[in-house]
């Protein structure tokens, strides 16, 4: 389950994490930020990683960002994050994440890189809070659909859409 208030301190952490991105003209400026809740969802969240938009070398996107910095965490950081006795891989954890993001992961990547949706999908995430659906400046994204057609938890937050799309606009 997740609480709508506790939504929107992450997505405004999506927000600011969306901020530090160096705006261009031919790409969104996304923010994300993944939360693990271990070992049940009853547990209190915690921030294993974030990302934003171009933040690591090769026009990287937010989501693979977040994804790539989670599985650059060692075991003992992983069960120090979570408080664990025991060690705990990063692929077991991210099957208890949930993903908040600024914008709609995409579905196709004019790169050629691959779609931060098959991203999460290949990570098996549980579920993905959505604070915008990515406008077709681009390409039509089908991203929230990939997800759900993979049984992935989609939500679209409410309450935060305006900002997440002038973020995402910044200097188009």
Request: hydrophobic share 40%.
């Amino acid at each position: 389950m997740v609480d709508a208030d506790e939504s929107l301190q992450f997505m405004r952490l999506a927000l600011n994490e969306a901020e530090k991105c160096i705006p261009i003209s031919t790409a969104f400026c996304v923010g994300c930020v993944l939360v693990a809740r271990w070992p049940n969802e009853s547990s209190s969240p915690v921030i294993l990683a974030s990302g934003y938009s171009r933040e690591l070398p090769g026009n990287t996107h937010a989501e693979a960002n977040a994804l790539a910095k989670a599985r650059g965490l060692s075991i003992d950081e992983i069960s120090s994050l979570l408080n664990s006795p025991t060690p705990l891989e990063i692929e077991t954890i991210l099957t208890q994440v949930t993903v908040y993001t600024t914008l709609e992961p995409c579905s196709v990547r004019t790169s050629g890189l691959d779609p931060c949706a098959d991203a999460l999908i290949r990570a098996n995430v549980k579920r993905c809070v959505i604070g915008v659906g990515e406008p077709d400046d681009f390409v039509d994204c089908e991203g929230a659909q990939k997800l759900k057609d993979a049984g992935i938890e989609v939500l679209w937050l409410e309450g935060l859409e305006d900002a997440c799309i002038k973020a995402a606009r910044r200097q188009q």
